[in-house]
């Protein structure tokens, strides 16, 4: 998931990405207890946020859940990335309202 991250760094890349499928496997891992593992599958969805395409399947897989979690989690480093994605989900009308309807104020505040 690193190498896909840092390639997600670059808007450019965000939409092959997501058409290549490479978000969903990704996010599986979301959940790991390895902490390398968690920030960079973390920051491959947070850096794919931005992406119209991208945005749609993370939320349509309720990866924005992951990333909400990431919030509160005693990792700053996660933090950073829980509120990286969410910020870049919420660039996007139509997912402010999926991530309200998720309860995103709570971990934010």
Same mark, same amino acid.
């Given at each position: 998931?690193e190498?896909?991250? *840092?390639?997600?760094?670059?808007?450019? *890349?965000?939409? $092959?990405?997501? +058409?290549?499928?490479?978000i969903? !496997?990704?996010s599986?891992?979301?959940?790991s207890?390895?902490?390398?593992?968690?920030?960079e599958?973390?920051?491959?969805?947070? *850096?794919?946020c931005s992406? !119209?395409?991208a945005?749609?399947?993370i939320?349509?897989? @309720?990866?924005? $859940?992951?990333?909400?979690? $990431?919030?509160?989690s +005693?990792?700053?480093?996660?933090? +950073?990335?829980?509120?990286?994605g969410?910020g870049?989900?919420?660039? *996007?009308d139509?997912?402010?309202e999926?991530?309200? +309807?998720? @309860?995103?104020?709570? !971990?934010?505040?």
């Amino acid at each position: 998931c690193e190498c896909l991250a *840092n390639l997600a760094e670059m808007t450019e *890349n965000q939409g $092959f990405l997501a +058409k290549s499928g490479v978000i969903t !496997p990704c996010s599986s891992v979301m959940r790991s207890r390895d902490s390398m593992i968690l920030r960079e599958s973390g920051r491959l969805s947070a *850096n794919t946020c931005s992406d !119209p395409l991208a945005a749609d399947i993370i939320i349509n897989d @309720g990866v924005h $859940f992951l990333l909400m979690s $990431f919030l509160l989690s +005693k990792d700053s480093a996660c933090q +950073k990335i829980g509120a990286i994605g969410i910020g870049n989900l919420s660039t *996007n009308d139509c997912h402010r309202e999926a991530l309200m +309807k998720a @309860g995103v104020l709570e !971990p934010l505040i």
